[in-house]
Antibody, heavy 124, light 113 residues
Framework: EVQLVESGGGLVQPGGSLRISCAAS????????MHWVRQAPGKGLEYVSG????????YHANSVKGRFSISRDNSKNTLFLQMGSLRPDDMAVYYC?????????????????WGQGTMVTVSP | QSVLTQPPSVSGAPGQRVTISCTGS?????????VHWYQQLPGTAPKLLIY???NRPSGVSDRFSGSKSGTSASLAITGLQADDEADYYC?????????????FGGGTKLTVL
C-alpha cells in the first residue's frame, strides 16, 4: 500500500525551530518529487516546499523562504522539513504529498498521494 | 487572498448536479497552466480528484468531471451523494509570482441538503 506518514509536529515557541518528517512506503521513493503543503486551522491549503528526486533542486513559497529547508534521505525513504524562526502564522497541519510525475515540470504537477498530516503549534 | 477564486460554499440536493468554479487570470489558468482539483472530507487529508484539467485518477468516480475555459476552470459533480459533502480545492501555477508559483484556490464547502 502506498503510504506517507508524517511525524514530529508539536508545540514550539515563536522564534523556535522544529523538524518534521515524512516516512514513505509502498513505492519507489527516490523516483518521485516530494512536497509539503500546510493548512492553518479552519483555513485553506497553502503550498510550502518541494524537492526534486535527488534533492538538488528545491522550491519554497515566499512566506517560508530563508526560514524553512526541505531535504530528503532516499536511503531511508524519508522527507524532512526543517522549520526555523517560527511565527504564529506558521501554525498549521503540515501534509507531505507526492508529485504524481504525470507532468515533467514539477510546479505544474498534481499531488497524488497525501499523508495524514502533523500539527505544528506556535505559541508562547 | 488567493489568486484563484472559488465560491466559499455551494449546495445541492441528493441526485442533483453542482458545479464549483475556480476563477483566475491571464498569468495562471488563462496561460493554460494545468488545473487540478482535490476533495477534502471532514478531518481528513486532501485527495486528488481531477488532474490536468479533465483527467480522473483511477478509482475516482465518473460522477466527477473537470473543465477549463479561458481564465476559469470548473468541477462538476453529478448524482450528488451525502458523502460528497466536503471541501474542494483547485490548484494551478501562476507565472507572475516569485517563489514556487504553486497556488491553491481558497476552497469551496459543498453541502448536500
Amino acid at each position: 500500500e502506498v503510504q506517507l506518514v508524517e511525524s514530529g509536529g508539536g508545540l514550539v515557541q515563536p522564534g523556535g525551530s522544529l523538524r518534521i518528517s515524512c516516512a514513505a512506503s509502498g513505492f519507489t521513493f527516490s523516483s518521485y518529487v516530494m512536497h509539503w503543503v500546510r493548512q492553518a486551522p479552519g483555513k485553506g491549503l497553502e503550498y510550502v516546499s518541494g524537492i526534486s528526486t535527488n534533492g538538488d533542486i528545491t522550491y519554497h513559497a515566499n512566506s517560508v523562504k530563508g526560514r524553512f529547508s526541505i531535504s530528503r534521505d532516499n536511503s531511508k525513504n524519508t522527507l524532512f522539513l526543517q522549520m526555523g524562526s517560527l511565527r504564529p502564522d506558521d501554525m498549521a497541519v503540515y501534509y507531505c504529498a507526492r508529485g504524481s510525475g504525470r507532468h515533467p515540470v514539477v510546479v505544474l504537477d498534481a499531488f497524488d498521494v497525501w499523508g495524514q498530516g502533523t500539527m505544528v503549534t506556535v505559541s508562547p | 487572498q488567493s489568486v484563484l477564486t472559488q465560491p466559499p460554499s455551494v449546495s445541492g440536493a441528493p441526485g442533483q448536479r453542482v458545479t464549483i468554479s475556480c476563477t483566475g487570470s491571464s498569468t495562471n489558468i488563462g496561460a493554460d497552466y494545468d488545473v487540478h482539483w482535490y476533495q477534502q472530507l471532514p478531518g481528513t487529508a486532501p485527495k486528488l480528484l481531477i488532474y490536468a484539467d479533465t483527467n480522473r485518477p483511477s478509482g475516482v468516480s465518473d460522477r466527477f468531471s473537470g473543465s477549463k475555459s479561458g481564465t476559469s476552470a470548473s468541477l462538476a459533480i453529478t448524482g450528488l451523494q451525502a458523502d460528497d459533502e466536503a471541501d474542494y480545492y483547485c490548484q494551478s501555477y501562476d507565472g507572475s509570482l516569485s517563489g514556487s508559483g504553486v497556488v491553491f484556490g481558497g476552497g469551496t464547502k459543498l453541502t448536500v441538503l
